[in-house]
């Protein structure tokens, strides 16, 4: 990690669950962390909590499914700090409910792609460009899902649009490496990180019936410190090597 000391990091969907907890560690280790999400009290409580670490927390309020939002954002980026170095992918956003289902306004559909694969493509473009004004090393980590590799099964349907988009975001992980790699590239690293089930508050968020939600609590699970740990060790990697896919899932799951 000491490659990545005093640089700066972007992270999307800063405010709670596995942002939170890999801004936490990008903190202790010195990067310097630009959060993004809606919530910025919830991401100036966590700079508090974390006044004493070596790297400092930039706040920025940001919708991900709005591009007015993500391209504000991203010029206050550029004012303040300049560059980017890392950028990692975080937000997400689901919705309980089947894509005929006449109870699933296409409104809901819209900003799950929104915030899944058009808002994400929209902040690696604009962090592309801070990390072009630089010639260090960067790093684009997208967190996915195993539901991007899976093939979606009936018992899953209710998860069908989540699914749809997380399969896009695998192919647009290969895409950007590639096309990146065609211009010569040597020191922009992409990595795809697909987790299995992790605790957070993703399912209640996302509307998912409360019976579901308890039926699944004895099922086994990752915590976002698990893939927090796993980006720090992504991180850690000398930089001509790049795991271009890696899947964590908890022990015992069951797909």
Not at 30 to 41: D, I, N, P, S
Not at 68 to 80: G, R, Y
Not at 91 to 109: H, L, S, V
Not at 228 to 236: G, H, R, V
């Amino acid at each position: 990690m000491d490659q990545w000391k005093g640089k700066v990091a972007v992270v999307t969907g800063a405010s709670a669950g596995i942002g939170a907890d890999i801004v936490r560690d990008l903190m202790k280790a010195g990067v310097h962390v630009v959060g993004l999400a809606r919530r910025k009290e919830r991401m100036e409580k966590l700079s508090l909590e974390l006044a004493n670490a070596p790297g400092k927390l930039y706040p920025i309020e940001c919708d991900i499914s709005n591009m007015d939002s993500i391209s504000k954002a991203f010029k206050e980026i550029e004012t303040k700090l300049k560059v980017v170095h890392i950028l990692i992918n975080n937000a997400g956003r689901t919705k309980f409910g089947n894509f005929f289902d006449e109870k699933m306004p296409f409104d809901e559909i819209k900003a799950t792609f929104d915030v899944n694969l058009t808002g994400l493509a929209a902040c690696t473009k604009a962090a592309h460009k801070l990390m072009k004004k630089h010639k260090d090393n960067c790093y684009i980590i997208n967190i996915n899902s195993v539901a991007g590799h899976v093939t979606i099964q009936p018992v899953f349907l209710s998860s069908n649009v989540y699914f749809t988009t997380k399969h896009g975001l695998t192919t647009f992980s290969n895409t950007i490496r590639l096309e990146l790699n065609s211009e010569g590239n040597r020191r922009i690293k992409v990595t795809n990180v697909s987790p299995g089930r992790i605790l957070t508050e993703f399912g209640e968020a996302g509307g998912y019936p409360t019976e579901l939600m308890e039926a699944s609590k004895n099922e086994p699970a990752l915590t976002g410190k698990d893939v927090s740990s796993t980006i720090m060790y992504l991180l850690s990697t000398p930089a001509h090597m790049n795991i271009t896919e890696l899947t964590v899932q908890p022990t015992g799951e069951a797909f």
